[in-house]
């Protein structure tokens, strides 16, 4: 059977709806409970539910064969996996934000609040841009508001968060999406199997 690591929440159930028109069903996970494995031995899959930021580990150290992670997570942990579809699906942006009234200057150091220090350093460096990044675990949107950075990097989807709390795009980092992703040795030994998903699961992406 091949493993499959589902990011828990709403992007997990939308792709998983892909894996099932892509003949990929679990019955089994459809009736949600506690449980956090479920398999069905004729279409040949094993799907567990993870925390999203866990699925690259799960699939890096070959507890998964295959997984769906966030293009910010694999910018942001740059694991050793292959990734091998765009899944077009969870679409949203890595963007820079801060309050309308913010002004960049050259002579101080930029405070940046984010959850992706790599993604944000990234950013600034190729800018030769000093700044100091405040690493966050959630709620970034308040750093700014309180004044414990000048700028967040963060992932913006509608907009709402930042316009409900007085802030403003600055500038788009990079696009964001869910990807399909294996783990390297699984696609040389069970590379039949990976290619016959990935090719039905592609026939399911939206235009
Ligand atoms: C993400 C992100 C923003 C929000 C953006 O947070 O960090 O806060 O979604 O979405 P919007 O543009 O549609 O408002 P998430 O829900 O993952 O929670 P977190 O802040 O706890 O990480």
Wanted: hydrophobic share 40%.
């Amino acid at each position: 059977m091949l493993n499959i690591a589902l990011p828990k929440g709403r992007l997990g159930d939308r792709v998983y709806e892909m894996l099932k028109a892509a003949g990929y069903p679990c019955p089994a996970l459809e009736h949600p409970d506690r449980r956090l494995v479920f398999e069905n031995k004729e279409a040949g899959v094993r799907y567990f539910w993870v925390k999203p930021s866990d699925v690259t580990i799960y699939v890096e150290r070959g507890a998964a064969d295959l997984g769906i992670a966030g293009k910010d997570i694999l910018l942001e942990n740059r694991p050793a996996l292959y990734e091998l579809l765009d899944l077009k699906t969870g679409i949203c942006r890595m963007a820079v934000a801060g309050p309308p009234s913010f002004q960049d200057s050259r002579d101080r150091v930029l405070r940046v609040a984010t959850k992706f220090p790599k993604i944000a350093g990234d950013y600034y460096a190729a800018r030769s841009r000093n700044v100091e990044l405040i690493k966050l675990n959630g709620s970034i949107e308040l750093a700014p508001v309180l004044g414990l950075s000048d700028v967040i990097v963060d992932i913006v989807e509608t907009g709402t968060t930042l316009r409900e709390n007085g802030l403003a795009v600055v500038d788009t980092v990079c696009p964001i999406s869910a990807r399909l992703v294996a783990n390297p040795a699984s696609y040389r030994f069970r590379r039949e199997e990976i290619l016959k998903l990935q090719e039905s699961l592609a026939a399911q992406i939206p235009e």
